[in-house]
């Protein structure tokens, strides 16, 4: 049977590793979008990596890509530095724009980008593809419809790296570091949570550290958050941390197991009954933020309910505020 479902031409900017594992779910996962074109300051790199998913435009420049008016949704995959003048050059050009985590480097950037969006009525969203997860979503609509109170959030994302100048996790210049690489991530679970729970948070103790010192970017970062809700939020770029993620409250204890970054299995303990959301993937996990950028721009929307501006907003500052206060404000400055 012919496939009728409507399709976005999506458009891939900075052809990485990361870039390839978003081409695969967009090739074979996803139901909304279409591999249009590929960019890259290279030409033959372009065409290299068009051929591999059979996309049949390649091109030797972002400027290229971003005048080609068949393209309407970019994902921006470059290091996380590169992401402003990306963003600025296909907003300008009227495309919708996925820009992978973190965003920007500081939270000025993305008030601006935000406004250039607005401007020229095209949607901007961070790429979070952990909320989008179908077990995390259920994991969220029983929070709120069994009215659950949580009281404590504790998730670590850290994986242990010999200190290499030529890896970008270890490079000033490229806004390395455990903050901007991974800590964005345990940031957005937390805040997505007290924003699903309607909890304003409170303002988190930071404290950083730097294995490597000749590497001038914070090797370890841990957030720990009072209040309503209470948290530790852990990363790291040179030791392997706890995979699983636990949420708790009065009467209910929740594990995301595995990789929470990427959850499939959840274990609920609520009020002395066990269950367990269980939501294998057959793809990578992209595939579902994919679909559901793309189906927001097929629907003409501009903002979505699951990846919230807000929490890029709070991630941002939060992110900012406390490289400045640890000492590393130099990886907070983009590349203009």
Same mark, same amino acid.
């Given at each position: 049977?012919?496939?009728?479902?409507?399709?976005? =031409?999506?458009?891939?900017?900075?052809? +990485?590793?990361?870039?390839?594992?978003?081409?695969?779910?967009?090739?074979?996962?996803?139901?909304?979008?279409?591999?249009?074109?590929?960019?890259?300051?290279?030409?033959?790199?372009?065409?290299?990596?068009?051929?591999?998913?059979?996309?049949?435009?390649?091109?030797?420049?972002?400027?290229?890509?971003?005048?080609?008016?068949?393209?309407?949704?970019?994902?921006?995959?470059?290091?996380?530095?590169?992401?402003?003048?990306?963003?600025?050059?296909?907003?300008?050009?009227?495309?919708?724009?996925?820009?992978?985590?973190?965003?920007?480097?500081?939270?000025?950037?993305?008030?601006?980008?935000?406004?250039?969006?607005? =401007?020229?009525?095209?949607?901007? $969203?961070?790429?979070?593809?952990?909320?989008?997860?179908?077990?995390?979503?259920?994991?969220?609509?029983? $929070?709120?419809?069994?009215?659950?109170?949580?009281?404590?959030?504790?998730?670590?994302?850290?994986?242990?790296?010999?200190?290499?100048? %030529?890896?970008?996790?270890?490079?000033?210049?490229?806004?390395? +570091?455990?903050?901007?690489?991974?800590?964005?991530?345990? $940031?957005?679970?937390?805040?997505?949570?007290?924003?699903?729970?309607?909890?304003?948070?409170?303002?988190?103790?930071?404290?950083?550290?730097?294995?490597?010192?000749?590497?001038?970017?914070?090797?370890?970062? #841990?957030?720990?958050?009072?209040?309503?809700?209470?948290?530790?939020?852990?990363?790291?770029?040179? %030791?392997? $941390?706890?995979?699983?993620?636990?949420?708790?409250?009065?009467?209910?204890?929740?594990?995301?197991?595995? =990789?929470?970054?990427?959850?499939?299995?959840?274990?609920?303990?609520?009020?002395?009954?066990?269950?367990?959301?269980?939501?294998?993937?057959?793809?990578?996990?992209?595939?579902?933020?994919?679909?559901?950028?793309?189906?927001?721009?097929?629907?003409?929307?501009?903002?979505?309910?699951?990846?919230?501006?807000?929490?890029?907003?709070?991630?941002? #500052?939060?992110?900012?505020?406390?490289?400045?206060?640890?000492?590393?404000?130099?990886?907070?400055?983009?590349?203009?």
């Amino acid at each position: 049977m012919r496939d009728t479902q409507p399709k976005v =031409k999506w458009g891939i900017a900075g052809l +990485g590793n990361i870039a390839n594992r978003f081409a695969t779910a967009l090739t074979e996962h996803c139901r909304h979008g279409e591999l249009y074109a590929v960019a890259a300051r290279d030409q033959s790199r372009a065409a290299q990596f068009a051929k591999k998913y059979g996309c049949v435009n390649a091109h030797g420049s972002y400027e290229e890509m971003a005048s080609n008016p068949n393209v309407e949704a970019v994902y921006i995959a470059t290091v996380h530095p590169y992401h402003l003048p990306l963003t600025k050059l296909f907003l300008t050009h009227n495309k919708h724009v996925l820009v992978e985590k973190p965003a920007f480097t500081n939270i000025g950037d993305w008030i601006a980008m935000k406004a250039l969006a607005k =401007k020229n009525n095209v949607m901007l $969203l961070e790429a979070m593809k952990t909320v989008v997860f179908p077990a995390y979503r259920e994991l969220k609509s029983f $929070l709120v419809n069994n009215n659950i109170q949580i009281d404590f959030i504790e998730a670590s994302f850290g994986n242990e790296h010999d200190p290499d100048p %030529e890896l970008f996790i270890f490079n000033p210049e490229l806004a390395g +570091g455990a903050t901007l690489d991974v800590g964005v991530y345990g $940031l957005w679970f937390f805040y997505d949570l007290c924003h699903t729970l309607d909890v304003t948070p409170s303002a988190p103790q930071t404290h950083m550290s730097c294995l490597h010192e000749s590497s001038r970017v914070d090797t370890d970062a #841990d957030f720990t958050f009072s209040g309503d809700i209470s948290g530790k939020i852990s990363a790291s770029i040179v %030791e392997n $941390l706890p995979r699983s993620a636990h949420i708790r409250g009065p009467g209910i204890n929740i594990t995301i197991k595995e =990789k929470w970054w990427n959850p499939e299995c959840i274990e609920i303990e609520h009020l002395g009954k066990k269950s367990t959301i269980n939501r294998r993937v057959n793809g990578n996990g992209f595939e579902f933020e994919i679909d559901h950028f793309s189906e927001l721009v097929i629907q003409g929307k501009t903002e979505s309910s699951i990846l919230k501006s807000e929490i890029t907003y709070q991630v941002l #500052d939060t992110m900012e505020k406390a490289l400045f206060e640890s000492g590393y404000q130099h990886l907070t400055q983009p590349r203009r």
